[in-house]
Each structure stands twice: as structure tokens, then as C-alpha cells.
């Protein structure tokens, strides 16, 4: 299990992140969600102990990472993490293959995990950026991980890069081990998490289910009418024009509407509750 | 320990680098030896027979360059996050990192050594003067050349942990000792004899002020000193 508590990281005058405490449930993708500079990648630069928190904790099944007995169990894949160009992908498994004392064959298994055997004997600097995408998850998976930490792993992949992480992470947590992956594509977490931690500004805004969080937020009804008008009238400030002939309400539901259409004798063409997508709660929870 | 250091000496001989560094070293002791050889009379190679024996502490900048690239060069292509995530404890990094230092720089030694025996040995044969390598003064300059070999290395190390960048260390040394150490050498008069680059030249060769036990001692203490402010600022720094 991976908890923050108390988390707090300044650089200078800015606050990276503000007093952050959360728990990462094991067996669960966790999807660390946030804009762009909220504080996401230095989160997870603390629980790999390649950032040192201003004050608080990260832990990873109690202990700071630079304690833990086998490092090799947590994965990472982080963004800036380079490869030297002149280096096959094979010897940079080989490399830290050798520092976490893990037997060579491992190299040639994640390799075809990766799907990377073909490309194994030749310089990374001709890498695509999917495949040095690749190359960091088969390094992560090294010493057969429990825990994977992914930074914006879909970032800068093409839609089959991104299928083949989303297949990946699937997968991966199906033997119970956990994920924590942040990402600022929301779509992408939607698809694969189990839980959701959204921060801003540093701080946490909601931790939460997928499921949950949705339907926190507030859904709206479609109703679509020939008579549109008359019902908006009806409706008041609660419904606003979508387009010709479909209004969007909110605070009221299906039903409600629907009978309220009823008594007053107006035609429906179409009444539809949509559920919120995390998308909507997400900038509902990050608005300023 | 020992899987740091064999992950540390594969990381560098995987690198397109260090292998050119070695050719490069090698290349120029005999381009040296050639230059020694021709360039100097039967009779003043048999007064000063190490001069064709020489040629290693010539390149020595090349090795400090290759123990540049074992801490500084990590920092450069970004793989020193991968390097922490495996290892996290940093001063056991730096420690292996300094070993693999000395280990290649020792093995740079040799292969310099080597090819500087054989081919200076065939040049002053060719030339026709009676010197071997294996006359007292020579023998001894080419024991300095192993030690100072690694020595260089491993202070190369130490000046890419401090700097963590791999061009502000090789420009900066380079400055160091080829303008700014004979310059101030020569105002401290001679304590500048224990200022690092004359320090490791001691061991090669022991000069007026320092003998080579001297040398090896003073070189030692600036490797560790400049050692110390690098393994403070690596641990204490951020990797982001």
C-alpha cells in the first residue's frame, strides 16, 4: 500500500505540493489525476525517493523507498528518464539488470512482454518514441514488480501505443498488483482505473472510486421537444437551450421531467438522463 | 556492492565513449612514442631512457574524461533516475561509480602500458639505442603510470559528481590544469607542487618538491576532497 501523509514539497517560493495525504489501496489501478503542473510528477518522484519532500511522508507498505529490503518490487516508468543512444535496448536491461542482481534471462522474458525481441540488439537512439515508451516499461518490470508507478505513461503515443499501455495496465493489476498512474487525459484513466485521486494546485481535491466520483457529480436530463419552448418556460433556470428543439436540465430528473411534460400536455422526442463522465467531474472539482 | 560495480563498468563500455576514449588513448601514446623516438638522438634517448616510456601520462586527460563520464555522464542522457530507482541509496552509487572509476582507469593503464612497452621497445630497437623498459627508471615510471592512470580516473569521478554535468567538468578541468594550475603554481612556489594536477604528476614521475609517495598522498586527499562535495551535493539534490 502506498500512503502520503502530510506530503509538502517546495521549491522556493512555489508549492509543488501542499500538504498532500492519500492511500493507494493494493490490487486497484489508482488513476493520479490533475492539470499540468499540479503537482503530480513530483508526487511520485517523493515515493521514489529521487525528490526529498520538504516535510511529510511517502511510504511505500510503511517504508520510504530507499529503505524498502528490495527496491526492484516497486516499478516505475517516469517521464524524464533517459537512455543513452548509443546503447541497445538489451544492454540497458543488462545494465540494471546487473545493479538489482537479477538473473540476465529476465532480460530476454520482459523484452517479450514488451513486444521489443526484434528491436533488442539495436540502438535505442532509433527507438520510436512508443518503443523507448516500451523499453521503460520492460526496465520497470525488471524484478517482476508488485507495485508499478506510471507517469503520463500515454503521453506522445499514437492511438496503438495508448491501446497497448491501457491492455498492459489491465493486465498487469489481474494478479493483484496495484498501479498508481497519473495522467492528465481523462478519457484514458476513465477507461482503466478502479479508484481516482485528483490533486490541483498541489493540494487534494477528491479520492474516490471511478463510479463514485461520477455519480457525485451532477448529471443532467436531454429533453428533446417539438414544443421546447413551452417546456423551457416551464422548467426555468433550470434548463438551458442545447440546441433547436433540445434543452439540457439540471437538478431535475427524468422522471420529474417527463411528468411535468405530461400534465402540461407537451410532446417528447426524446428524454435522456446522461450520467456525468469524469471529465465533467473533474473540472467541476478543479474549477477555480 | 560488487553488482553495482559490475552494472557501473558494463553501463560504460556499453556507451559509444569510453571505448572511442580507449583507441583515442592508445592511438595518441603511439603517436607519441613515434614523435619521442625520431625526434630525439641515439645518445639522448640512452641518458633519458623513459622519455619513449612516457607516452601514457601524456594522454592522462583522456582518462580523466573517461572518469568524467562515469558520474557526470549518467546525469547527461537522464539514465541516473534509472540508476537511483534501482539503487536507492545514492552513497552506495557514488561508491561503486568510484570503484568502476579505478578499475577502468587501472585497465586504460594497462592496455596504455602495454602498447607503450611494445611499441616504444620495437621504436628504439629500430633506432638502434641500448635501452629497455625494463631498466630501473622506466620499470618505475610505468608502476606510476598504473597508479596515476587510475588515480586521474577516479578524480575524474569525483569532478563529475561535484559539477554533474559532463562538459562544464571536461572544460573546466581542462582550464584547470593547462592554464590555470601552472599559473597559480608558479605565485604559490612550492606549495604549488601540491595543487592536483602536480600531486598526480608526482606519482608518473616525482619532481623537485614532491616525491612520488608525496604525490600520491596529495592526490589522494584532493580526490577526497572533491569526492566529499560531490557525494553531498548528488545525495542532497533533487532528480528531477
Not at chain 2, 573546466?172 to 600531486?199: K, M, N, Q, R, T
Given at each position: 500500500m502506498l500512503v502520503a501523509e502530510g506530503l509538502t514539497k517546495r521549491y522556493g517560493k512555489v508549492l509543488a505540493v501542499d500538504d498532500l495525504s492519500f492511500q493507494v489501496r493494493s490490487g486497484t489501478i489508482t488513476g493520479f489525476l490533475g492539470p499540468n503542473?499540479?503537482?503530480?510528477?513530483?508526487?511520485?518522484?517523493?515515493?521514489?525517493?529521487?525528490?526529498?519532500?520538504?516535510?511529510?511522508?511517502?511510504?511505500?507498505?510503511?517504508?520510504?523507498?530507499?529503505?524498502?529490503?528490495?527496491?526492484?518490487?516497486?516499478?516505475?516508468?517516469?517521464?524524464?528518464?533517459?537512455?543513452?543512444?548509443?546503447?541497445?535496448?538489451?544492454?540497458?536491461?543488462?545494465?540494471?539488470?546487473?545493479?538489482?542482481?537479477?538473473?540476465?534471462?529476465?532480460?530476454?522474458?520482459?523484452?517479450?512482454?514488451?513486444?521489443?525481441?526484434?528491436?533488442?540488439?539495436?540502438?535505442?537512439?532509433?527507438?520510436?518514441?512508443?518503443?523507448?515508451?516500451?523499453?521503460?516499461?520492460?526496465?520497470?518490470?525488471?524484478?517482476?514488480?508488485?507495485?508499478?508507478?506510471?507517469?503520463?505513461?500515454?503521453?506522445?503515443?499514437?492511438?496503438?501505443?495508448?491501446?497497448?499501455?491501457?491492455?498492459?495496465?489491465?493486465?498487469?493489476?489481474?494478479?493483484?498488483?496495484?498501479?498508481?498512474?497519473?495522467?492528465?487525459?481523462?478519457?484514458?484513466?476513465?477507461?482503466?482505473?478502479?479508484?481516482?485521486?485528483?490533486?490541483?494546485?498541489?493540494?487534494?481535491?477528491a479520492q474516490a472510486p471511478v463510479a463514485e466520483l461520477t455519480a457525485r457529480t451532477s448529471g443532467a436530463v436531454r429533453v428533446r421537444s417539438p414544443q421546447a419552448k413551452r417546456l423551457h418556460e416551464l422548467l426555468g433556470p433550470a434548463a438551458a437551450v442545447e440546441s433547436e428543439g433540445a434543452l439540457l436540465v439540471q437538478?431535475?430528473?427524468?422522471?420529474?421531467?417527463?411528468?411535468?411534460?405530461?400534465?402540461?400536455?407537451?410532446?417528447?422526442?426524446?428524454?435522456?438522463?446522461?450520467?456525468?463522465?469524469?471529465?465533467?467531474?473533474?473540472?467541476?472539482?478543479?474549477?477555480? | 556492492?560488487?553488482?553495482?560495480?559490475?552494472?557501473?563498468?558494463?553501463?560504460?563500455?556499453?556507451?559509444?565513449?569510453?571505448?572511442?576514449?580507449?583507441?583515442?588513448?592508445?592511438?595518441?601514446?603511439?603517436?607519441?612514442?613515434?614523435?619521442?623516438?625520431?625526434?630525439?638522438?641515439?645518445?639522448?634517448?640512452?641518458?633519458?631512457?623513459?622519455?619513449?616510456?612516457?607516452?601514457?601520462?601524456?594522454?592522462?586527460?583522456?582518462?580523466?574524461?573517461?572518469?568524467?563520464?562515469?558520474?557526470?555522464?549518467?546525469?547527461?542522457?537522464?539514465?541516473?533516475?534509472?540508476?537511483?530507482?534501482?539503487?536507492?541509496?545514492?552513497?552506495?552509487?557514488?561508491?561503486?561509480?568510484?570503484?568502476?572509476?579505478?578499475?577502468?582507469?587501472?585497465?586504460?593503464?594497462?592496455?596504455?602500458?602495454?602498447?607503450?612497452?611494445?611499441?616504444?621497445?620495437?621504436?628504439?630497437?629500430?633506432?638502434?639505442?641500448?635501452?629497455?623498459?625494463?631498466?630501473?627508471?622506466?620499470?618505475?615510471?610505468?608502476?606510476?603510470?598504473?597508479?596515476?592512470?587510475?588515480?586521474?580516473?577516479?578524480?575524474?569521478?569525483?569532478?563529475?559528481?561535484?559539477?554533474?554535468?559532463?562538459?562544464?567538468?571536461?572544460?573546466?578541468?581542462?582550464?584547470?590544469?593547462?592554464?590555470?594550475?601552472?599559473?597559480?603554481?608558479?605565485?604559490?612556489?612550492?606549495?604549488?607542487?601540491?595543487?592536483?594536477?602536480?600531486?598526480?604528476?608526482?606519482?608518473?614521475?616525482?619532481?623537485?618538491?614532491?616525491?612520488?609517495?608525496?604525490?600520491?598522498?596529495?592526490?589522494?586527499?584532493?580526490?577526497?576532497?572533491?569526492?566529499?562535495?560531490?557525494?553531498?551535493?548528488?545525495?542532497?539534490?533533487?532528480?528531477?
Amino acid at each position: 500500500m502506498l500512503v502520503a501523509e502530510g506530503l509538502t514539497k517546495r521549491y522556493g517560493k512555489v508549492l509543488a505540493v501542499d500538504d498532500l495525504s492519500f492511500q493507494v489501496r493494493s490490487g486497484t489501478i489508482t488513476g493520479f489525476l490533475g492539470p499540468n503542473g499540479a503537482g503530480k510528477t513530483t508526487t511520485l518522484r517523493i515515493f521514489l525517493g529521487l525528490v526529498h519532500p520538504t516535510s511529510g511522508t511517502a511510504t511505500i507498505d510503511g517504508k520510504p523507498y530507499d529503505r524498502l529490503e528490495r527496491p526492484a518490487r516497486v516499478g516505475a516508468v517516469l517521464e524524464a528518464t533517459g537512455f543513452y543512444p548509443g546503447r541497445s535496448g538489451r544492454d540497458h536491461l543488462r545494465a540494471f539488470a546487473t545493479a538489482a542482481e537479477i538473473p540476465i534471462q529476465r532480460v530476454d522474458q520482459v523484452l517479450a512482454v514488451v513486444g521489443l525481441e526484434d528491436a533488442a540488439n539495436r540502438r535505442v537512439g532509433g527507438y520510436s518514441l512508443g518503443m523507448r515508451q516500451r523499453l521503460g516499461i520492460a526496465t520497470a518490470l525488471l524484478g517482476d514488480p508488485e507495485i508499478l508507478i506510471l507517469d503520463e505513461p500515454a503521453n506522445g503515443l499514437d492511438p496503438d501505443g495508448i491501446r497497448w499501455i491501457r491492455e498492459f495496465m489491465r493486465g498487469f493489476v489481474g494478479d493483484g498488483r496495484t498501479i498508481l498512474v497519473s495522467s492528465h487525459v481523462l478519457a484514458e484513466i476513465a477507461q482503466v482505473a478502479d479508484d481516482v485521486l485528483i490533486i490541483d494546485k498541489g493540494r487534494l481535491v477528491a479520492q474516490a472510486p471511478v463510479a463514485e466520483l461520477t455519480a457525485r457529480t451532477s448529471g443532467a436530463v436531454r429533453v428533446r421537444s417539438p414544443q421546447a419552448k413551452r417546456l423551457h418556460e416551464l422548467l426555468g433556470p433550470a434548463a438551458a437551450v442545447e440546441s433547436e428543439g433540445a434543452l439540457l436540465v439540471q437538478g431535475r430528473s427524468a422522471a420529474e421531467v417527463g411528468e411535468l411534460a405530461a400534465a402540461n400536455g407537451i410532446v417528447l422526442h426524446e428524454l435522456v438522463e446522461e450520467a456525468a463522465t469524469l471529465e465533467e467531474a473533474f473540472l467541476e472539482l478543479t474549477a477555480e | 556492492m560488487t553488482a553495482l560495480v559490475k552494472s557501473e563498468v558494463l553501463k560504460l563500455w556499453t556507451t559509444r565513449l569510453v571505448p572511442g576514449l580507449l583507441l583515442t588513448f592508445l592511438g595518441l601514446i603511439v603517436l607519441y612514442v613515434f614523435v619521442a623516438v625520431s625526434q630525439t638522438s641515439v645518445t639522448d634517448i640512452e641518458l633519458s631512457p623513459e622519455g619513449p616510456f612516457a607516452a601514457a601520462a601524456a594522454g592522462v586527460i583522456l582518462v580523466l574524461m573517461l572518469g568524467v563520464t562515469v558520474t557526470a555522464g549518467e546525469y547527461r542522457h537522464g539514465t541516473i533516475t534509472a540508476t537511483f530507482l534501482v539503487a536507492p541509496r545514492r552513497e552506495r552509487v557514488l561508491l561503486a561509480k568510484l570503484v568502476a572509476a579505478l578499475l577502468l582507469g587501472f585497465a586504460f593503464a594497462v592496455a596504455g602500458v602495454v602498447v607503450n612497452v611494445g611499441v616504444g621497445w620495437l621504436a628504439v630497437e629500430l633506432k638502434g639505442a641500448d635501452v629497455s623498459p625494463f631498466d630501473g627508471a622506466v620499470t618505475e615510471m610505468l608502476g606510476g603510470t598504473l597508479l596515476g592512470c587510475a588515480l586521474w580516473s577516479a578524480l575524474g569521478a569525483a569532478i563529475g559528481a561535484a559539477t554533474r554535468n559532463q562538459v562544464t567538468a571536461i572544460v573546466g578541468a581542462v582550464v584547470w590544469f593547462l592554464i590555470a594550475e601552472p599559473l597559480f603554481g608558479s605565485l604559490l612556489d612550492h606549495w604549488g607542487s601540491y595543487l592536483p594536477g602536480a600531486a598526480l604528476g608526482a606519482i608518473f614521475e616525482s619532481h623537485g618538491d614532491l616525491s612520488r609517495t608525496g604525490g600520491i598522498l596529495a592526490s589522494l586527499g584532493w580526490i577526497a576532497l572533491i569526492g566529499a562535495i560531490g557525494a553531498v551535493l548528488v545525495i542532497r539534490d533533487d532528480v528531477n
